[in-house]
């Protein structure tokens, strides 16, 4: 791998960890190069592992995010679905 392909590869993940983390567009526009420009002068055998966790905690944050927002959406108010399945009765 070269250099030049290495910092390229490791800027565009700081892109994607920029997207992946905020959906507003000032925040993705202020972080992605900001993240892009540090992970491609970061980037050497040793810290690609860092990389990619950093990555994947992102990936995590937003799959959290959905799944929290998803819930939301089913169930508007829990405080009535939770008395509905407290009181429930087996049958």
Same mark, same amino acid.
């Given at each position: 791998?070269?250099?030049?392909?290495?910092?390229? &590869? =490791?800027?565009? %993940? !700081?892109?994607?960890? #920029? $997207? /992946?983390?905020?959906?507003? +567009?000032?925040?993705?526009?202020?972080?992605?190069?900001?993240?892009?420009?540090?992970?491609?002068?970061?980037?050497?055998?040793?810290?690609? &592992? =860092?990389?990619? %966790? !950093?990555?994947?905690? #992102? $990936? /995590?944050?937003?799959?959290? +995010?959905?799944?929290?927002?998803?819930?939301?959406?089913?169930?508007?108010?829990?405080?009535?679905?939770?008395?509905?399945?407290?009181?429930?009765?087996?049958?």
């Amino acid at each position: 791998m070269t250099a030049s392909a290495g910092s390229i &590869g =490791a800027a565009l %993940v !700081g892109i994607a960890t #920029a $997207l /992946t983390i905020s959906r507003r +567009r000032t925040i993705r526009a202020i972080t992605a190069p900001g993240l892009a420009i540090g992970y491609a002068l970061v980037i050497t055998v040793d810290t690609t &592992g =860092a990389l990619i %966790v !950093g990555y994947l905690a #992102a $990936l /995590t944050w937003w799959g959290i +995010r959905l799944t929290a927002h998803t819930l939301r959406l089913a169930f508007p108010q829990p405080g009535t679905a939770l008395r509905r399945l407290a009181d429930r009765t087996g049958g």
